[in-house]
C-alpha cells in the first residue's frame, strides 16, 4: 500500500459545484496534513493546513479523520480558477525524509 | 522579495553530460530541499539542508550531489547524466520538514536525451 494515496481524477465539475477529494495516508503516526495547489506546469503552492479540528477558509474545508486515516478537501461553489492539481502532503513529525506527497488529484472546472 | 528562484528554467542535456541547477531564496529559511516530480508519482525528496552547512539524502539522491553554500543557496548536481533523470525538478524552502509552509521555486524541466 503507498504511503500516500490520491485518486489522480480528472474530476470534470461544472461551475458552482461542490467537490470534494480525499486522501489516505497509511502510517497512524503522521502528524501534519497539507493540501498543496499545482496549477499546470507550475511549482505546488500551500493551499491550506489540515488540523485535527478541521480547517475552513472561504469556500475551501480541510478535514482530517484519524480513525479511518484520511484528509479530504472540500470545495464549494467552484470557480473556473480552482482547476488545477490538488496535492495531500502527509508528515510522520520523524524528520525531513518523511515528508509524503501524494500525486495529487485533477479538478477541471467547466463553464 | 523574489521568494525562491530556480535557475535554468529548461535544460537539455546529452547522457553522460553534467550540469548544476541553481537555487536561491531569499526568504531566510533555514531549511532547503531539493524534489523531482515525475507523472505519476508525488514530488520525491532527493537531498535536503536542514541548515546552513548540512545536507543529507533524501528518498532519490542516487546520481546526485548538493552543496549548501550558505543560507541563501543550495545547488544540484548531476555529474553524468541520465535517461532516467528527465523530470522536473523543484527547490523549496522552508522553516522546518514541512512542519510549516514550504516555499517551491519555478521548477526546472530537465530532458536528457
Known amino acids: 500500500r503507498k504511503e500516500v494515496e490520491q485518486d489522480p481524477g480528472p474530476f470534470n465539475v461544472p461551475e458552482g459545484a461542490t467537490v470534494a477529494f480525499n486522501c489516505t495516508y497509511s502510517?497512524?503516526?503522521?502528524?501534519?496534513f497539507f493540501w498543496y495547489r499545482q496549477d499546470c506546469r507550475k511549482e505546488p503552492k500551500l493551499l491550506m493546513s489540515?488540523?485535527?479540528s478541521g480547517n475552513e477558509d472561504g469556500r475551501f474545508t480541510a478535514q482530517l479523520n484519524r480513525a479511518s486515516q484520511y484528509i479530504s478537501l472540500l470545495i464549494r461553489d467552484s470557480k473556473l480558477s480552482d482547476s488545477a492539481t490538488y496535492l495531500c502532503v502527509v508528515n510522520t513529525g520523524r524528520g525531513y525524509q518523511k515528508v509524503t506527497f501524494g500525486i495529487g488529484t485533477k479538478l477541471q472546472v467547466i463553464p | 522579495n523574489a521568494g525562491v528562484t530556480q535557475t535554468p528554467k529548461f535544460q537539455v542535456l546529452k547522457t553522460g553530460q553534467s550540469m548544476t541547477l541553481q537555487c536561491a531564496q531569499d526568504m531566510n529559511h533555514n531549511s532547503m530541499y531539493w524534489y523531482r516530480q515525475d507523472p505519476g508519482m508525488g514530488l520525491r525528496l532527493i537531498y535536503y539542508?536542514?541548515?546552513?552547512?548540512?545536507?543529507d539524502k533524501g528518498e532519490v539522491p542516487n546520481g546526485y550531489n548538493v552543496s549548501r553554500l550558505n543560507k541563501r543557496e543550495f545547488s544540484l548536481r548531476l555529474e553524468s547524466a541520465a535517461p532516467s533523470q528527465t523530470s522536473v525538478y523543484f527547490c523549496a524552502g522552508g522553516k522546518g520538514p514541512l512542519n510549516t509552509e514550504a516555499f517551491f521555486g519555478q521548477g526546472t524541466r530537465l530532458t536528457v536525451v
Open positions: 502510517n497512524s503516526a503522521s502528524q501534519s
Open positions: 489540515v488540523y485535527s
Open positions: 539542508s536542514a541548515s546552513e552547512g548540512t545536507t
